[in-house]
Structures are given as structure tokens and as C-alpha cells.
Nanobody, 121 residues
Framework: QVQLVESGGGLVQAGGSLRLSCAAS????????MGWYRQAPGKQRELVAT???????NYADSVKGRFTISRDNGKNTGYLQMNSLKPEDTAVYYC???????????????WGQGTQVTVSS
């Protein structure tokens, strides 16, 4: 069984920063891409950023220049550094790893439980 656990969310004032972490655990051989998504109340879940196994990154236009996605393959952990936060960044942030290769030779698509980020004005 594979799990993703997010941490680092919280309440911050506009202009502040937070760093989210996504730790993968279980019978893991390798992790391909990792991504961060967010869902605000009453809205659909949206892509925030992705990073490939080769460290190529992609960002939503709304976070470009403010957020940075990274990963530590040795720790099976992904990160999302969020700077210059705005009230519209308030949402539950989810980590996703769609291509985790397990020791059983099976690829699994796994989501974390989410972490709340609230930005006050």
C-alpha cells in the first residue's frame, strides 16, 4: 500500500509564505511525476503545479512566479513553496502522484488527504 501525506498548511496573511510537503510511503520503487492541486469552496479542483521525474516543471498561470514545486527523490517527498500568497490562494491543497511504481511491479495513482491553506487579507 502506498500513501501520500501532506503537511505545512495553515493560516497566513496576504503576502506571506508557506511550504507544503508531500511525503510518500509504502512499497515504492520509484515515483514518476508529482503534482499539486487545490480546491476552493464551491469550485472544482484545479492544477497548481507538476514536476516530472526529470525535474521539468509546469505551473498554472495564476501561480507562476510565486510558487515553486520541487522534489527530493531520496526522501520520496515533494514540496510546494508558496510566496506572495493572496486571499484567492485559499483552498485545500492536494498532492498527487499518478505513476508510483510499487515493489509488486504495479503502477498506482495516489492522492493525499489534503491540507488547508488560508490566506487572510
Amino acid at each position: 500500500q502506498v500513501q501520500l501525506v501532506e503537511s505545512g498548511g495553515g493560516l497566513v496573511q496576504a503576502g506571506g509564505s508557506l511550504r507544503l510537503s508531500c511525503a510518500a510511503s509504502g512499497r515504492i520503487l520509484s515515483i514518476n511525476a508529482m503534482g499539486w492541486y487545490r480546491q476552493a469552496p464551491g469550485k472544482q479542483r484545479e492544477l497548481v503545479a507538476t514536476i516530472t521525474s526529470g525535474d521539468s516543471t509546469n505551473y498554472a498561470d495564476s501561480v507562476k512566479g510565486r510558487f515553486t514545486i520541487s522534489r527530493d527523490n531520496g526522501k520520496n517527498t515533494g514540496y510546494l513553496q508558496m510566496n506572495s500568497l493572496k486571499p484567492e490562494d485559499t483552498a485545500v491543497y492536494y498532492c498527487n502522484a499518478p505513476g508510483i511504481l510499487t515493489t509488486s511491479g504495479v503502477y498506482v495513482d495516489t492522492w493525499g488527504q489534503g491540507t488547508q491553506v488560508t490566506v487572510s487579507s
